[in-house]
């Protein structure tokens, strides 16, 4: 069955520090693709990066980088030199494409501390 | 400017009084799709779209309809609103087995 597990409620972290924020899926679809969305306290969520099941490489975007781990069914969301404006919560997300159903895990709250 | 529109923004009902909430697209997405936002439960998706007349149901239909008569619309209905039902609701788009999902600003729903 389709699953999303986001195993941090929350985490608090110094800032410029690296900030690693823990997925992990389940799917039995072979095509599938993984998103970060960060949604700030202001509420509008916020895309962030994008990784397909086939791209050989982990995807990045600026600050961010996708740590995809297939065999291990992991898609950690990597901030690199953390800022306090990355305070805010992250969702990670699975769209499997047999039925273009899309899952979001219930989220890992950051704060970033000055 | 690529944007998903919802509306209200904001709304505050009573239990039983019919809502609509809509929701528009202008990016010609064949998929859209509706959440709801409870604290702990992170995004529920309710119903989805995937093209005019489509609709399928996500994993908490119940107490929800939608309609997709046109591309650009997908409204979210809720015939009969229970207090179970307040939550921040968020219409997404996007083209159909593609990357990233456009989202809606957020409707906040208060049912009494």
């Known amino acids: 069955a389709q699953k999303i597990t986001q195993t941090q409620p929350g985490m608090f972290v110094q800032e410029k520090e690296a900030v690693t924020l823990d997925c992990t899926y389940d799917?039995?679809?072979?095509?599938?693709?993984l998103f970060w969305y960060k949604q700030p306290s202001s509420g509008e969520m916020i895309f962030l990066i994008y990784?397909?099941?086939?791209?050989?490489q982990n995807a990045t975007e600026g600050r961010y980088s996708l740590n995809f781990q297939k065999a291990r069914k992991s898609a950690n969301l990597v901030i690199s030199a953390s800022q306090l404006g990355d305070s805010a919560m992250y969702f990670c997300?699975?769209?499997?494409?047999?039925?273009?159903?899309?899952?979001f895990g219930k989220g890992t709250r950051l704060h970033i501390l000055p | 400017e690529a944007q998903v529109t919802q509306n209200p923004r904001y709304l505050i009902t009573v239990t039983g009084k019919k809502l609509t909430v809509t929701c528009s697209q202008n990016?010609?997405?064949?998929?859209m799709s509706w959440y709801r936002q409870d604290p702990g439960l992170g995004l529920r998706q309710i119903y989805y779209?995937?093209?005019?007349?489509?609709?399928d149901k996500g994993d908490v239909p119940e107490g929800y309809k939608v309609s997709r008569k046109e591309k650009r619309n997908f409204p979210l209905i809720l015939e009969s609103p229970s207090p179970n039902q307040t939550s921040l609701y968020f219409c997404?788009?996007?083209?159909?087995?593609?990357?990233?999902?456009?989202f809606g600003e957020g409707s906040r729903l208060t049912v009494l």
């Open positions: 990784q397909g099941s086939y791209d050989q």
């Open positions: 997404a788009s996007s083209y159909l087995n593609a990357g990233e999902l456009f």
């Open positions: 779209s995937m093209n005019v007349e489509v609709t």
């Open positions: 990016m010609n997405h064949e998929y």
């Open positions: 997300a699975m769209r499997e494409l047999r039925d273009d159903k899309i899952i």
């Open positions: 799917t039995s679809d072979p095509s599938y693709g």
